[in-house]
């Protein structure tokens, strides 16, 4: 992982713990609390990859195991949001295109949501934590679903298009200029596809224009 990786990561981390922790705890929101560490660790891994998206789960979750008011034991959401990392990180496209749906992120969301709440509750049963049993496992799912889904479309894209600049990726710079990025589907449900075949047919017309110019230039040469 290259240095502005890093960089990036831990800046990001940091200023979702500091946002989870002083103003998203303190909503008092019925069931979970929408999980700004989850959808950091989903944009980063949707854009490095399976195996930068483990390490950087794993970070973000060890820090959120030791940062006050934690209390769980340690290494718990660590493992949670390894796991989570790197399963969304094998969406990645291996030809480093983009993701321009909508949709695909956000069953991404809606997914590593529930499973993150699954295989937390799952880990504290093993070491002997009930606390899901009390407050309802399904009323957990089905909030933590709603809450990330929503703040989602604020988050993730932003996320995704900061680590491609911090990459100096030149993908990032054409889809930035032309509006077809995963950041336009996400508010637009798929607008981007509609401006590609747009420029794609345009670029088609032009095409045959000039074909069709350079055929009667040949026909007035051979006359």
């Known amino acids: 992982m290259r240095f502005n990786r890093m960089l990036l990561s831990t800046t990001l981390v940091v200023v979702a713990l500091v946002i989870q922790?002083?103003?998203?705890?303190?909503?008092?929101?019925p069931g979970?609390?929408?999980?700004?560490m989850l959808l950091t660790v989903l944009g980063l891994a949707m854009v490095y990859g399976h195996v930068a998206g483990a390490f950087i789960g794993f970070g973000a979750g060890l820090l959120?195991?030791?940062?006050?008011?934690?209390?769980?034991?340690?290494?718990r959401y660590a493992l949670v949001l390894c796991v989570i990392g790197y399963l969304a990180g094998l969406i990645r496209?291996?030809?480093?295109?983009?993701?321009?749906?909508?949709?695909?992120?956000?069953?991404?969301?809606?997914?590593?949501?529930?499973?993150?709440?699954?295989?937390?509750a799952g880990v504290g049963a093993l070491v002997g934590d009930t606390a899901a049993r009390h407050v309802g496992l399904g009323s957990l799912l089905f909030t933590a679903a709603v809450y990330d889904l929503i703040l989602a479309p604020f988050t993730v894209p932003l996320i995704m298009w900061l680590a491609r600049r911090s990459d100096n990726d030149p993908?990032?710079?054409?889809?930035?200029?032309?509006?077809?990025?995963?950041?336009?589907?996400?508010?637009?449900?798929?607008?981007?596809?509609?401006?590609g075949a747009q420029r794609s047919g345009l670029r088609i017309r032009a095409a045959r224009t000039r074909a069709a110019r350079a055929g009667r230039i040949k026909g007035v040469k051979r006359l």
Request: charge should be negative; glycine fraction near 10%.
């Open 21 to 29: 922790v002083t103003v998203l705890a303190r909503l008092q929101l």
């Open 32 to 36: 979970a609390v929408p999980d700004l």
């Open 64 to 75: 959120a195991d030791i940062a006050p008011p934690a209390d769980h034991a340690a290494g």
């Open 93 to 120: 496209p291996d030809n480093g295109q983009q993701l321009r749906s909508a949709t695909g992120p956000m069953v991404v969301v809606v997914a590593a949501a529930i499973g993150s709440t699954l295989l937390y």
């Open 171 to 195: 993908l990032a710079e054409s889809q930035s200029s032309h509006g077809a990025d995963v950041a336009s589907g996400w508010l637009t449900s798929g607008t981007g596809l509609r401006l």
